[in-house]
């Protein structure tokens, strides 16, 4: 029997593109004819006519699969969606739908695959048209990141990616809600290859990500990949207690070699209580960081809900 490949989209207000990406899909995946390819669509709660058009599109094509989320719940979690119906298959490509990620780089992702990789990464070499706030906040994000975890993230690696039957199994035991996709799958490991493309400009709509979202995106990864900003308090209580204390010395000294009082004990109090404040103050911030994740995990709800399920075989 033919090794199995999914393609799995998320698609989030993308109804202007799913035409054009099919038709590029179909182009590349038509010349691979030893492989039996899937297309795993994920309609995250689009407002527009996406779901619609997506169905005209299963309807002619049985490759088509289509799996309808209840509501909008994120790229992250379509994507997670997406993968979880895709365990059957050789191999899982994962593919934005806005048509930055151009399909016909999946013939070299296949190969790198055959080779031997478990994960290929594509990683973007072209950002030109990003903001500038964009860029920065992303390179601080990534700096952060590989300073504060155990394991290796890949700056400008897209989610644009082929994983092996292996790793979309073990990924299946990931359980946390919280989550960035990207970064389970980078903490997983495994044999990786990196390929480099030119990210083209979306032809239509709107980058879904506000800067809202992407930096709670960024908090969540730091604060559930890694204890780091826990002992950092830790090291600032250690810190700003030493530093105070000296100076406290400083000024009661001062206050005792000289015969005039230099600094008022109320200085000397204001002095200490600020800093103490400070400590506390972020100390609570921070720990309020990891109840809020323990809070989420505990609740364990389901991840995400389906509305409906156009041709999947059903069991
Ligand atoms: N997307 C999604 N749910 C969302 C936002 C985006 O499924 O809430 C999809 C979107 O349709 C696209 C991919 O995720 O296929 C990437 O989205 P976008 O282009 O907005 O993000 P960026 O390119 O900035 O990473
Ligand atoms: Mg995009």
Redesign the pocket.
């Known amino acids: 029997m033919a090794k199995k490949i999914a393609i799995v ?6 109804a202007k593109s799913l035409q054009s990406l099919y038709q590029r899909l179909e182009l590349v995946t038509s010349r691979f004819t030893k492989y039996s390819w899937e297309y795993i669509f ?1 309609n ?1 709660g689009s407002p527009d006519n996406s779901y619609e058009v997506l169905v005209a599109l299963a309807v002619k094509d049985p490759k088509i699969k289509v799996l309808d989320l209840s509501r ?1 719940f ?2 992250e979690i ?1 994507l997670t969606a997406g993968v979880h119906e895709a365990t059957s298959c050789d191999a899982v490509i994962c593919i ?3 048509l ?1 990620h151009p399909p016909e780089l999946i013939p070299r992702l296949v190969y790198a695959w055959e080779e031997g990789a478990e994960v290929v990464v594509t990683v973007r070499t072209s950002t030109d048209r990003e903001p500038l706030l964009r860029r920065w906040g992303s390179s601080i994000f990534y700096w952060l990141i590989n300073k504060v975890s155990s394991f290796e993230m890949i700056p400008k690696a897209t989610d644009f990616r082929l994983y092996d039957q292996k790793v979309v199994l073990a990924f299946e035991r990931a359980t946390e809600r919280e989550r960035l996709f990207r970064g389970i799958m980078d903490w997983m490991g495994f044999r990786r290859v990196m390929l480099e493309f030119k990210a083209d400009a ?1 032809e239509h709509g709107e ?3 506000s800067y809202v979202k992407l930096w709670s995106l960024a908090i969540n990864s730091i604060t559930s990949f890694s204890l780091w900003p826990l002992r950092l308090t830790g090291y600032l209580g250690v810190l700003i207690t030493s530093g105070s204390g000296l100076l406290l010395l400083w000024m009661v000294g001062n206050n005792l070699l000289t015969s005039k009082t230099l600094y008022t004990p109320l200085a000397i109090v204001v002095v200490v209580n600020t800093f103490l404040i400070g400590i506390v103050l972020m100390a609570v911030g921070l720990v309020a960081l990891y109840i809020g994740t323990i809070h989420t995990e505990v609740i364990n709800r389901p991840l995400y809900l389906i509305r409906e399920k156009i041709n999947f075989e059903s069991l």
């Open positions: 989209i998320p698609v989030y207000r993308e994920i995250d909008n994120g790229k379509a934005d739908a806005d930055q979306r980058a879904g990500y």
